[in-house]
């Protein structure tokens, strides 16, 4: 059956391809209308913070905040990755949160160094950072009340335990609340030519995470040690000849040239980090604790107190052995399990654990953590 003129006249509209114009005005049109929501999300949270303001800040709002945003970001696919949608929610939670409770977070800094990064997926952008410059004084920014949270490195696939935060742990008692399981790439970063480069600056495990890499493309160069990974681009800026490995994102910041990405000798690089300080965390369903031990040095100590997870039918996830410094022979033990503390099978384990310790402690309780991209 043949059209009409006005079915032909309405097919020809439909048909009509789209101006970039037309296209412009609905990006702004878009733009407005998530700015109205994004100011109406905003005023629902001040005026829930009025009537609630504990509900903010807190490590049981981080927790479900985190959550909330991945489980968003899966359920609308399109043409942002689920990564992408999960940053834009984080930050707008993040600010929403700075109207009511502004938080203080102590990280290895400078800014842009890894544990910047991994505080940028728990806190997001919208919280006032403190950088600092070893691990210890992140920890002493908590146990002070100078900051609410502090993030510490805890173990590398590659290199291993970090030395340094195990040792704060026995040191200043404080509370994992959170742990954060971070790919880490690293980044070859400079203002010369990568056959110009004649030093090259980062932390020792940065390093030492790409010294295969280093010796094949860059074995006339010297490599320097330095506090952190900013700390080097810095350097790297200033210096004439000088490279840094770092971060893509301390590249841009410090105005380098990326010279060659992806340079550490594993692919499968991780690091994990934990949150110290805020209220102990609630029971998520899929959770870990952390403790540290030590027992008797004498023939079968170890393996009876590590029986008693199998015992109680406990699985381990981590597992470290720490010198203690000034003892000949002496060793704290450092385990991971799954399971909440407030979980019966761990808090049997845990008090079995500790009839056969001569000092135990546990660090906390937090989610299982879930694998992100720096």
């Not at 048909?15 to 970039?20: G, H, I, L, N």
């Not at 970001?73 to 930050?91: F, V």
């Amino acid at each position: 059956m043949a059209k009409s003129s006005a079915e032909r006249k309405r097919s020809s509209r439909r048909e009509k391809p789209v101006t970039p114009a037309e296209l412009r005005n609905r990006l702004m049109r878009l733009d407005m209308q998530l700015i109205e929501l994004i100011q109406q999300r905003a005023q629902c949270a001040v005026e829930l913070g009025k009537l609630a303001p504990e509900e903010f800040g807190s490590t049981a709002e981080l927790d479900s905040a985190q959550a909330t945003a991945r489980q968003l970001a899966e359920r609308c696919p399109g043409a942002l990755s689920t990564h992408q949608l999960e940053s834009l929610l984080r930050d707008v939670y993040s600010s929403c949160r700075s109207l009511v409770h502004p938080l203080r977070v102590a990280i290895l800094g400078p800014v842009y160094s890894y544990s910047h990064l991994a505080a940028l997926h728990r806190f997001g952008q919208n919280v006032e950072y403190v950088p600092v410059g070893t691990i210890p004084a992140v920890f002493e920014e908590v146990q002070l009340r100078h900051a609410q949270y502090g993030l510490v490195p805890i173990e590398n696939s590659t290199d291993g335990r970090v030395a340094d935060t195990l040792d704060m742990f026995t040191r200043i008692k404080t509370t994992i609340t959170g742990v954060i399981e971070m790919r880490i790439h690293h980044t070859l970063l400079g203002r010369c030519g990568r056959g110009e480069v004649r030093e090259v600056y980062s932390r020792p495990q940065a390093l030492s995470q790409c010294r295969n890499w280093l010796a094949q493309h860059l074995p006339g160069a010297r490599t320097i040690e330095v506090t952190s990974t900013s700390t080097a681009a810095q350097l790297a800026r200033e210096k004439p000849g000088a490279a840094a490995i770092a971060s893509r994102q301390a590249g841009s910041y410090y105005g380098l040239e990326v010279l060659a990405e992806n340079i550490e000798d594993n692919p499968g690089n991780l690091t994990r980090f934990a949150v110290i300080g805020g209220e102990p965390a609630k029971r998520s369903g899929k959770d870990r604790t952390a403790i540290w031990f030590q027992v008797e040095h004498r023939p079968g100590a170890l393996a009876e107190a590590m029986n008693v997870f199998r015992r109680n039918s406990v699985n381990l996830t981590w597992i470290e052995s720490f010198p203690i410094p000034g003892h000949e022979r002496a060793y704290l033990f450092f385990v991971e399990m799954e399971g909440h503390n407030h979980d019966a099978r761990v808090r049997r384990a845990v008090a079995a654990l500790g009839r056969h310790a001569l000092r135990m402690e546990v660090l906390g309780s937090f989610p299982a953590p879930v694998l992100v991209e720096d």
